[in-house]
C-alpha cells in the first residue's frame, strides 16, 4: 500500500472517523468523575463550613465552579443556604455569577446577598467574617 492509497482511504472515510472522535471526547468528558477537592468543596457548602470552603479555595488548584451531583454550582448552594461568607471566598477566588445564580438569590430575597452577587464586592465581607 502506498501513500496515494492509504489517503484515499481516509478521505472517502474521514466522516466515520470524525463520528468516533467526536463520541469519544463527548462521553469521556461528560463521565469524568469529580476530583476529592471538588467534593470536598461541595461538601464544606452543604454543611456550612466557611473555614474548609476557605482552606479548600486557598490552600488547592479546585475551582471555584465547580458543580454538585446534582448540577448545581457551588455559588449557587452557597447563595440557597444563605452564607454570604461562602459566596465571598468563592467571588474571591473566580467565581462570576450567573443569572441564575443573580435570580436565585433575589428570589431569596436577602438585601446583602444580592448586592453581593450582583456587585461582586467581596472585600467587606470577608473583612466581616475575618473580626
Known amino acids: 500500500m502506498n ?3 492509504i489517503s484515499t482511504i481516509l ?6 472517523f470524525v463520528i468516533i472522535l467526536a463520541a469519544a471526547l463527548f462521553y ?3 463521565n469524568k468523575a469529580p476530583k476529592e477537592s471538588e467534593n470536598s468543596l461541595i461538601s464544606s457548602i452543604l454543611s ?8 479548600l479555595l486557598e490552600g488547592s488548584a479546585v475551582s471555584p465552579n465547580v458543580k454538585s451531583s446534582g448540577g448545581k ?3 449557587e448552594l452557597a447563595i440557597t443556604r444563605g452564607n454570604r461568607y461562602m459566596v465571598g471566598y468563592l467571588l474571591k477566588h473566580g ?3 450567573t443569572a441564575k445564580e443573580i435570580q436565585t438569590a433575589e428570589k431569596r430575597g436577602n438585601p446583602h446577598m444580592i448586592r453581593l452577587v450582583t456587585t461582586g464586592d467581596y472585600e467587606n465581607v470577608l473583612k466581616e467574617y475575618c473580626r
Open 3 to 5: 501513500w496515494a492509497t
Open 11 to 16: 478521505t472517502e472515510n474521514t466522516w466515520i
Open 28 to 30: 469521556t468528558g461528560k
Open 48 to 55: 456550612n463550613n466557611v473555614t474548609a470552603l476557605a482552606g
Open 73 to 75: 454550582t457551588a455559588m
Open 95 to 97: 467565581a462570576i455569577p
